[in-house]
């Protein structure tokens, strides 16, 4: 749990990531990243990522850092919501929601199938 303030969730977050920098550590992909992403590319290794993309024909996935990253400015503080924007916040980042949403809408629009 972090504060609920989002400036203050943020600025926390941003924290920790540059202390697991400073001890020579990596953060762990399934969560959020607050990096820039050139500070991303610089922990992480791009240029093998890249080659694996090439390898198997990934290149039109969004990255990993497209997946972990967030928009800091776009995202709202929830307790500045309106009712109706809190209930499709809160509809859509509650788990499994958005990630059925997701293979629902790749099954339909067939993106899953790769083109060579």
Same mark, same amino acid.
């Given at each position: 749990?972090?504060?609920?303030?989002?400036?203050?969730?943020?600025?926390?977050?941003?924290?920790?990531?540059?202390?697991?920098?400073?001890?020579?550590?990596?953060?762990?992909?399934?969560?959020?990243?607050? /990096?820039?992403?050139?500070?991303?590319?610089?922990?992480?290794?791009?240029?093998?990522?890249?080659?694996?993309?090439?390898?198997?024909?990934? $290149?039109?996935?969004?990255?990993?850092?497209?997946?972990?990253?967030?928009?800091?400015?776009?995202?709202?503080?929830?307790?500045?919501?309106?009712?109706?924007?809190?209930?499709?916040?809160?509809?859509?980042?509650?788990?499994?929601?958005?990630?059925? /949403? $997701?293979?629902?809408?790749?099954?339909?629009?067939?993106?899953?199938?790769?083109?060579?």
């Amino acid at each position: 749990m972090g504060p609920t303030n989002h400036d203050r969730f943020v600025d926390v977050n941003r924290k920790l990531e540059h202390k697991v920098r400073e001890l020579h550590g990596l953060k762990c992909l399934y969560a959020h990243a607050y /990096y820039t992403e050139d500070e991303f590319w610089d922990i992480y290794d791009r240029k093998s990522y890249e080659e694996l993309r090439t390898k198997y024909k990934a $290149g039109s996935l969004p990255t990993v850092y497209d997946k972990v990253k967030v928009d800091v400015r776009s995202a709202q503080d929830v307790s500045n919501m309106s009712m109706g924007e809190w209930v499709k916040h809160t509809f859509w980042s509650t788990w499994p929601t958005s990630g059925l /949403y $997701g293979v629902y809408r790749a099954a339909m629009g067939r993106d899953y199938l790769l083109k060579d």
